[in-house]
């Protein structure tokens, strides 16, 4: 059974730090395209950063250029979300989705056929 598991959210103030994991199983760890989304209050969920086997990483906020990086650790199945400077605009719940059928980028959420629960981002000005 494919699972994905996201921690690391909390309460920060702007400016502060916080690094989001997703931790996988249930699949190898060898081809994949992982996505972090977040949905803000009373928006729609969006597309933040992407990791994939095949392309990379893929940026789908220039917000968060410059701020945002995504990391993926083979030893642990993990993915890794590390967010500097994080204003109250990122206040959101984000959530990590895994496309294990194309492993490439893309922002469309359907395409992702895992999805974790999703862990409270809240930042304070």
């Known amino acids: 059974e494919v699972k994905l598991v996201e921690s690391g959210g909390g309460l920060v103030q702007t400016g502060e730090s916080l690094r989001l994991s997703c931790a996988t199983s249930?699949?190898?760890?060898?081809?994949?395209?992982i996505g972090w989304f977040r949905q803000a209050p009373g928006k729609e969920r969006e597309a933040v950063l992407c990791i994939s086997t095949s392309d990379g990483t893929t940026y789908y906020q220039d917000s968060v250029k410059g701020r945002f990086t995504i990391s993926s650790d083979n030893a642990k199945n993990t993915v890794y979300l590390q967010m500097n400077s994080l204003k109250p605009d990122d206040t959101a719940v984000y959530f990590c989705?895994?496309?294990?059928?194309?492993?490439?980028?893309?922002?469309?959420?359907?395409?992702?056929?895992?999805w974790g629960q999703g862990t409270q981002v809240t930042v304070s000005s």
């Open positions: 249930g699949f190898l760890f060898q081809d994949y395209a």
């Open positions: 989705a895994a496309d294990l059928v194309l492993p490439y980028c893309h922002e469309t959420e359907s395409t992702y056929g895992y």
